[in-house]
């Protein structure tokens, strides 16, 4: 027989959780100190551990004043900047030294590693237009030279070479060929405005100056992810350097206080403007045709796409625009170009065989008048979600059947911005609430475990506090409750719950921005 409680017992029950362990990581660390290194490590072997993409028994971790160092071994680069990316959204990390070898492939020459990479480049819908060069070495290194328009477009060509197998390491030196010539006030103060409307920075710590046209980015913000994201917004046009050393990492800035700016009230056209803005310096969606309407903070994405990658970018570019409070995505794929589904099915196949993260052979497309069927086996969601991601920026991919199968049904995948750029489409199994585990009955005991548990992970995180949510547990469900100023301290809660060990979540806490 189930284990029955009233919901004032349950809330009180998440509550003396939650005290109990704020008030002991408090007592030791202090608000305004540094947290102990041993518990920063502890929480970052758990992001990896948490993470089917990252090897946990290969990877160590070592924490000395808040900067951690990653060491071990891994089969490809990706799962490399994974790594890195994971222990950038634990709390209380200042920077992340990343020491993990990348084991070359020996079955793989460099001809045929120089020859997926152009091949990659050349299948992307937006790198194939790019002057790039591919030089490959022996120990699996690539260089990249040559010319493209913007930073961004340069790191989405970074991205594509590391994600071909057999690479280990990528040498960008793609040189940004356009320049816009901008005076700096002006360009100091678009950058300002970018990193106000972006819901995934806090920058109220944040000061900005250009001078010559190198921007300097000073203060202080709440997390090295955070650190990473400005970073990548201040490289608008005009912008030759951006220089973030003065930019520190401080685990206490998470007060609502210091979030008072993303709770501004803007108009319907001010978000618009902000997201045309932003989407002006995507590379996936700069060149498309996308309208944003938007409603009483809501937005309607209208338009057209060569791809399902570019579509998801912009939606989730909306999404990350300040006071949006949902989207409506009627973003249509059509290509000048009629796609042949044989054609396409091949293009999809050559993605799935040349990445790191998918078994070879494990899955297989077929396409149809651009819709495209994956079938096969994989070990975990991660390679069924990984798969259809790639099938996703293929040209003239219109629709995506998955119908891989899973052989391990408790593995989980959680969405987060700062690991994944744009966000997936809403698969049935990226669904957080309906993930089942093989305890759906959960004992008492098992829940009291699990409430610490979150309460654990919510404390760990950057982007929620621990003091804004109550958690209650019962039979592994986990209810949230409680306030916060951003949907992105929402979602991050959602995350946690997951992490923590909830078989499902229901998430009423409430957005007051």
Known sequence: ??????AASLRWLSAAIATFIASQLHAASGEQEPLPDTEITRAV?????????VPYNDIDVFTVGGV????????????KQRATLLAETVRGVRAVTNRINVIRDAALTPERIESS????????????????????????????TGNVDSWHESQLAEQVALGVKGVTSVENNIVIAYKLERPDAEVEREIESMLAWNTLVDEALIDVSV??????LSGVVGSSAEKRQAKSIA?????????????????????????????VNNSDSDIAEAIDHAMAYDPRVISAKVNPMVNDAWVTLRGAVDNVLSKEAAESIARNTLGVTGVNNMIKIRSSDPVDSEILAKVVDAKLDRDPWVSTGSVEATAKNGVVRLTGIVDTIFEKARAETLAQS??????????????DQDSVVVYDPYLWGYAPTPWSYYDQTSTPRTDIF????????TAKEIADEIYWSPYVSLEDVTIAVNDGVATLVGEVETQKEKDAATENAIEGGARSVINQIVVSG
Not at 68 to 73: A, D, M, P, T
Request: hydrophobic residues 40%.
């Open 1 to 6: 027989m189930k284990c029955m409680r009233t």
């Open 45 to 53: 072997e758990e992001e990896i551990l948490f993470d089917d993409a």
């Open 68 to 79: 951690v160092s990653l060491e071990g071994e891994t089969e490809s680069a990706l799962a």
């Open 117 to 144: 990479v152009k091949d990659a480049l050349l299948y992307d819908p937006v790198a194939d237009a790019y002057e790039i060069l591919v030089t490959a070495e022996k120990d699996g290194s690539v260089e990249l």
């Open 211 to 216: 001078i010559d046209e190198v921007a300097h």
């Open 235 to 263: 490289w608008v046009g005009g912008i030759d350097q951006v220089d973030t050393s003065e930019l520190r990492v401080e685990s206490w800035f998470k007060d609502s206080d210091l979030r008072e700016r993303k709770s």
């Open 394 to 407: 293929a040209r003239g991919t219109k629709e995506i059947k998955n119908y891989v199968k899973v052989m």
């Open 442 to 449: 959960a004992s008492s005991t098992d829940d009291k475990r």
